[in-house]
């Protein structure tokens, strides 16, 4: 299922801004960064330990557009999936 600060919320029987607010009172990122960098580490492991496709690893992490996953991903770690998975592997 698709994770949204509304479903969270909703799990927790909150409001959405309620959630965002807890976000930013405890938290150093908000909500939507959070999930970002959840994501890219779920990413992250998928790459080191399976040999999944990338469309098939941006679908896993909660991305439909695989382009944009590339460029989120790049963003956050200064290296394309491609690179980080060749990274890991000579390690």
Do not use: W
Not at 55 to 73: E, L, Q, W
Not at 80 to 90: D, N, Q
């Amino acid at each position: 299922y698709e994770i949204t600060r509304d479903s969270v919320a909703n799990q927790f029987n909150i409001t959405p801004n309620h959630l965002s607010r807890l976000f930013r009172s405890h938290g150093n990122m908000t909500f939507n960064s959070y999930l970002t960098h959840v994501r890219i580490d779920r990413a992250k492991h998928l790459l080191e330990n399976y040999n999944l496709k990338l469309d098939d690893i941006a679908a896993r992490c909660g991305y439909h557009d695989t382009p944009y996953f590339c460029h989120v991903f790049k963003r956050l770690t200064k290296c394309t999936p491609v690179e980080f998975r060749l990274k890991s592997h000579r390690s």
